[in-house]
C-alpha cells in the first residue's frame, strides 16, 4: 500500500497491513495477509499475536485460545510479556471471565510494574466488567485508573480514548473532547505513517461505539 508508506514485501509490514485491514473491518484481507506472512514464517511472533487478535475480533474464541497457547510456547522461556498479558487478558474478557483477566493483569504488573500498556489494560478490564455486569462503580473505578495514567503520560492516546467511553457510558459531558484531544494529538505526532493511520481508525472507532452507549450507565 504505497500511499500508507507500507511495503507489503516486508514480513513486518504485511503484519502491519493485517492490522489495519483488521480494524477497517476488512477481515478477509486480514488473514490472507497474515497467513502468507506465517507461511514465510510459522514463528513470526508478531503474526501469531495478530492472528489471535483477529480471531478475537470475529469471535473465534476457541482458535484465538490455541494461538494464544501458541505464542506463549513459541516465546519461551520469556513466555510472559506486557503484549502476551495483554492479549490473554483481551481473550478472557471476551470469553466473560473477569476475574482470570483481572488475575493475569495483576501478575503482568507485579511483574512489569508502571507499563503503560498494562496498566491501560487494567482500567479497560474495569470499564468492560463494569458495562457488561452494568454496574456504574466499576466504571467509574476505571475512570479513576485511567486519570492517574494520564497525570503521568497526558498524551497516552489510548487512555484518552478509553476515557472517553467511559465518561460517555458515564454521562459525563467532557467524554467528546477526550477523543477529540486523541486525535489532535495523532495529527501532531511524528511516527510511522502505517502506526498513524491504525490509531486514527480505532480511535475514530471507540468514538464510534461510544457514541451509542452515552448514559447506558
Known amino acids: 500500500d504505497p500511499s500508507l508508506g507500507i511495503d507489503p514485501g ?3 509490514s504485511r503484519v502491519a497491513r493485517a492490522t489495519l485491514a483488521k480494524d477497517r473491518g476488512w477481515w478477509r484481507r486480514a488473514e490472507e495477509d497474515l ?3 506465517l507461511t ?33 510456547d513459541i516465546a519461551e522461556p520469556d513466555a510472559i510479556t506486557p503484549e502476551w498479558s ?30 503503560q ?46 476515557l472517553g467511553s467511559v465518561e460517555a457510558s458515564l454521562g459525563i459531558a467532557t467524554w467528546r473532547e477526550r477523543f477529540r484531544s486523541a ?3 495523532l495529527d501532531s505526532r511524528r511516527s510511522r505513517v502505517e502506526d498513524r493511520h491504525l490509531s486514527r481508525i480505532q480511535t475514530r472507532a471507540a468514538w464510534a461505539r461510544a457514541e451509542m452507549e452515552v448514559g447506558e450507565l
Request: charged content about 30%; aromatic content about 4%.
Open 183 to 185: 486525535l489532535s494529538i
Open 35 to 37: 497467513k502468507e506472512a
Open 10 to 12: 516486508n514480513l513486518p
Open 40 to 72: 514465510i514464517d510459522a514463528e513470526q511472533k508478531h503474526a501469531v499475536h495478530a492472528l489471535a487478535d483477529l480471531r478475537i475480533a470475529q469471535g473465534r474464541l476457541d482458535e484465538a485460545r490455541q494461538l494464544v497457547d501458541e505464542l506463549r
Open 117 to 162: 500498556h498494562l496498566v491501560h489494560m487494567n482500567a479497560d478490564q474495569w470499564r468492560r466488567r463494569g458495562v457488561t455486569t452494568r454496574t456504574p462503580a466499576y466504571v467509574e473505578d476505571a475512570r479513576v485508573h485511567l486519570l492517574a495514567l494520564l497525570r503521568d503520560h497526558p498524551r497516552h492516546i489510548p487512555a484518552l480514548a478509553t
Open 86 to 115: 495483554t492479549l490473554a487478558t483481551k481473550l478472557a474478557l471476551e470469553e466473560g471471565r473477569f476475574d482470570a483477566a483481572h488475575d493475569l493483569l495483576a501478575d503482568a504488573l507485579r511483574r512489569f510494574p508502571g507499563n
